[in-house]
């Protein structure tokens, strides 16, 4: 009996034991991020490679995504409660990528309303192993399960906590997924752009499309923030949006010159590299990827006149 007690402990014991050393990062007021690494989900960075962020109001807490693990979501509002203890009150997902919404469990049991897109639910099926409790493994990943949303955002959403008001929308049918949400602080010219915008590392576009995404980036330069909050990457100047989106244009350039040039599909990684933008983290992993995604899509594209 004491055995199994000591087992059981030290079991407990373990899936505590991953220290994400959180440290929130003010970027507007009222407005604090955790800001991930630029680089692939492994069992030493515990899945933290994603932003997200807690909004604070007169009447609590409003998070944007939240996070890869149970654990880095209590550790995340054990950090904020530091700053000021208030409950949270909404957690919005911005998109069905489990590196966004794994913690999600936990603030369901404090109490949050989960605000999510279409596809949270449609993709994520109860008992499913998730990308996170494969690449992290038990230790790392815990007892975190899938949980439902309490409100599915079919298109927008307005929200009014306390002096805040949180415009949530799906600027385009297909973007980096199916169901892309952005969030906008009008109040104070906050935009959330979720993985519709990266800063410093190369997007990935095997749920997305490329089209859809420069058609995303250009609803969202029609806000005029002041600050941008990327889904990956550490600046939130408004200029990030700029910076993407000539990743994502010349990406398509090349490719249509492939195409026009009679490139093959099994050529046009050789053919186009976009060496300008080889500085960027996870281009060695991602662009070659990215390339012939666009490719496929592209293929069939007709441009509109």
């Known amino acids: 009996m004491l055995t199994k007690l000591l087992c059981s402990a030290l ?11 959180l440290q929130p990062k003010k970027v507007a007021e009222g407005v604090y991020c955790f800001f991930g ?3 692939n989900i492994s ?9 997200t962020c807690y909004v ?15 654990a880095y979501a209590k550790q995340a ?15 919005i997902t911005t998109h069905d990528h489990d590196d966004h919404w794994m913690g999600n469990g936990f603030y369901k049991s404090q109490g949050a309303l989960l605000i999510g897109p279409k596809t949270y639910e449609q993709n994520i099926i109860k008992g499913m192993q998730t990308r996170m409790e494969s690449i992290l493994g038990k230790e790392v990943y815990g007892s975190a399960g899938i949980v439902p949303l309490d409100r599915v955002v ?15 929308s799906q600027p385009v049918p297909q973007a980096h997924t199916k169901g892309d949400l952005i969030v906008w602080i009008p109040e104070q010219s906050v935009l959330f752009g979720g ?5 410093g590392r190369v997007t990935s576009l095997r749920d997305g499309s490329l089209i859809g995404s420069l058609q995303a980036i250009n609803k969202l330069e029609e806000y005029h923030p002041k600050v941008v909050i990327p889904g990956h990457g550490y600046r939130t100047q408004a200029d990030i949006i700029v910076a993407y989106q000539a990743y994502l244009k010349d990406l398509k350039k090349a490719v249509l010159e492939a195409l026009e040039s ?9 053919k186009v590299t976009l060496p300008k933008y080889r500085d960027l983290k996870l281009y060695d992993v991602l662009n070659a990827r990215n390339i012939t995604d666009a490719y496929r899509e592209l293929e069939m594209y007709e441009e509109e006149e």
Do not use: C, H, W
């Not at 079991?11 to 050393?21: F, G, N, P, R, T």
């Not at 509002?77 to 957690?91: A, D, F, G, N, T």
């Open 262 to 270: 009679d490139v093959g599909l099994e050529e046009v990684t050789k």
């Open 43 to 51: 069992k030493e960075n515990g899945g933290n490679m994603v932003n």
């Open 77 to 91: 509002y054990l950090r904020m409660q530091r700053i000021s203890k208030l409950p949270v009150k909404y957690v």
């Open 154 to 168: 079919e298109q927008n959403l307005t929200l009014k906590v306390g002096e805040k008001t949180f415009e949530i």
């Open 37 to 39: 690494k630029l680089e």
């Open 56 to 70: 604070r109001t007169k009447e609590g807490y409003v998070v944007i995504d939240s996070g890869p693990t149970f």
């Open 195 to 199: 993985d519709l915008v990266f800063d």
């Open 11 to 21: 079991v407990i014991v373990s899936l505590e034991a991953y220290d994400y050393a």
